[in-house]
């Protein structure tokens, strides 16, 4: 993950996610079966699922383990790189 700072300051660890590459596989997960079976998501802060689409940001939340998606434009709105 690399870091970007947003308009107050903080500094955060985020990376792009597209599938088939190795981006952000250490937070991305994926049932084998059932409804969402090989629909990836990484897990929030509440314990809830957050499903991706390709280009969306992974962001690392303070609490280690733990992630939140954003999609792409409003992350470039909210975000530079440091």
């Known amino acids: 993950m690399d870091t970007y700072r947003d308009q107050d300051g ?11 590459s190795d981006s952000g ?16 998501y990484v897990i929030t802060v509440n314990n809830e699922r957050a499903y991706l689409e390709s280009g969306d940001w992974i962001i690392a939340e303070q609490k280690r383990g733990y992630f939140r998606v954003c999609k792409p434009d409003r992350f470039n709105d909210l975000y530079t790189p440091v």
Do not use: E, H, M, Y
Not at 26 to 36: E, I, L, M, P, Y
């Open 10 to 20: 903080t500094l955060i660890s985020a990376v792009q996610w597209f599938p088939n």
């Open 25 to 40: 596989d250490d937070a991305v997960w994926s049932d084998r079966d059932g409804k969402n079976a090989n629909r990836p």
